[in-house]
T-cell receptor, first 114, second 115 residues
Framework: EPEVTQTPSHQVTQMGQEVILRCVPISNHLYFYWYRQILGQKVEFLVSFYNNEISEKSEIFDDQFSVERPDGSNFTLKIRSTKLEDSAMYFC????????????FGQGTRLTVV | GDSVTQMEGPVTLSEEAFLTINCTYTATGYPSLFWYVQYPGEGLQLLLKATKADDKGSNKGFEATYRKETTSFHLEKGSVQVSDSAVYFCALSDHASGGSYIPTFGRGTSLIVHP
């Protein structure tokens, strides 16, 4: 069964460093998303990506964040200068065309900023 | 804007008890509704979905019915097992959200099932 793949599964970084979280969405999907889940809290929307551009973003997704789909298969989230409060589980998701289709989620990357 | 409200957890039950997790929503359009489950240390998995009023989604003994009149999508299971212990997220995807159909999640409800 096709699945969304995220790497790495766990990343530890020092405050102020840049990190890149990687995702390989399901191949025929058109919509891509990044979500964040701080430990024990709600799943928060960060950004959606369609047709090679950001279609929507939340207030969390400030200038420190960027996304790219560099080669037609990978979908990356970059945090330019990490802060302690960026520590969270980051989930990538993708979905097919259509409002009634479900989003498929990856297993997540646990980011720890020290 | 769109939002999803779930009952507070944790919900603690004995094995074979009946489960209800309440979920209500607010949407500007005509949303599709989903329940996702997150087992400890894992990602989000789709449990079931419903795309129009009065649709019933079901999977692994869980059911939820799309009630437009009460804007609700409550999750039920007749007899829970220890292996059902997880966090359950109600979510919607709204046709009116500019075409991105961004899934919007509730806060999640933790279910703990004791033997």
């Amino acid at each position: 069964e096709p699945e969304v793949t995220q790497t790495p599964s766990h990343q530890v970084t020092q405050m102020g460093q840049e990190v890149i979280l990687r995702c390989v969405p399901i191949s025929n999907h058109l919509y891509f998303y990044w979500y964040r889940q701080i430990l024990g809290q709600k799943v928060e929307f960060l950004v959606s990506f369609y047709n090679n551009e950001i279609s929507e973003k939340s207030e969390i997704f400030d200038d420190q964040f960027s996304v790219e789909r560099p080669d037609g298969s990978n979908f990356t989230l970059k945090i330019r200068s990490t802060k302690l409060e960026d520590s969270a589980m980051y989930f990538c998701a993708s979905r097919e065309q259509g409002f009634d289709t479900e989003a498929f989620f990856g297993q997540g990357t646990r980011l720890t900023v020290v | 804007g769109d939002s999803v409200t779930q009952m507070e957890g944790p919900v603690t039950l004995s094995e074979e008890a009946f489960l209800t997790i309440n979920c209500t929503y607010t949407a500007t359009g005509y949303p599709s509704l989903f329940w996702y489950v997150q087992y400890p240390g894992e990602g989000l998995q789709l449990l079931l979905k419903a795309t129009k009023a009065d649709d019933k989604g079901s999977n692994k003994g869980f059911e939820a019915t799309y009630r437009k009149e009460t804007t609700s999508f409550h999750l039920e299971k007749g007899s829970v097992q220890v292996s059902d212990s997880a966090v359950y997220f109600c979510a919607l995807s709204d046709h009116a959200s500019g075409g991105s159909y961004i899934p919007t999640f509730g806060r999640g409800t933790s279910l703990i099932v004791h033997p």
